[in-house]
């Protein structure tokens, strides 16, 4: 039988990233609770949710790799939350302007022996300085009422920032392609490349 690699979300953003590596794969959404509990730090809810995303998963399908995946955007130790609305959108992106904010993406592996490994890539985001009609206009033209922080840094949201620091670009999509593959690695896991 072979084995089978299975990623816990139904985000198509995460799926996008997950091929890049030239994996076989499916997709599969995790329906878990992430709120998060009493002075959680976000780092820690970050991943605490990747963990119970991928054992979610893993739970029903206990012979697969399953892969869970999180992110937490926090500015000076306050989680943000996806905005729903344009008017939450604009204010937040008004909050974050000319600040530094700290995006937390947490990623698990879930192994068929029942052992789960996962790690934390933190990134900090430091945005220009926008002018209330500079941030009306990019809601407008982004998609960005599901993101948390208001952006979606793989589309326009790019040209709000004005440094980003961490060791792997891909958690500010919400899946940090570098450490997939050493989860991979550390757990041994078969080959799952495609065959092209």
Known sequence: MNARLILASGSRFKRAELQRLGLRFESINADVDESAHDHEPPHTLAQRLA???????AQAHPNAYVIGADQVVSLEGEQLHKPVT???AIAQLAR????????????????????????VVHVKMTMRALTLHQIQA???????????????IEAGGIRLFKSMQGDDYTAIIGLPLTRVLDLLEDAQAPDFSQEF
Do not use: M, N, W
């Not at 963990?51 to 998963?57: P, Q, R």
């Not at 530094?100 to 052992?115: E, K, N, Q, R, Y």
């Open 51 to 57: 963990i119970k995303k991928a054992e979610f998963v």
């Open 86 to 88: 344009k008017e939450r």
């Open 96 to 119: 974050l302007q000319g600040k530094t904010h700290d995006i937390f993406c947490a990623v698990a592996l879930t192994c068929p022996d029942g052992t789960t490994l996962s790690e």
């Open 138 to 152: 990019y809601v407008e033209e982004d998609h960005v009422l599901d993101s948390a922080g208001s952006y979606t």
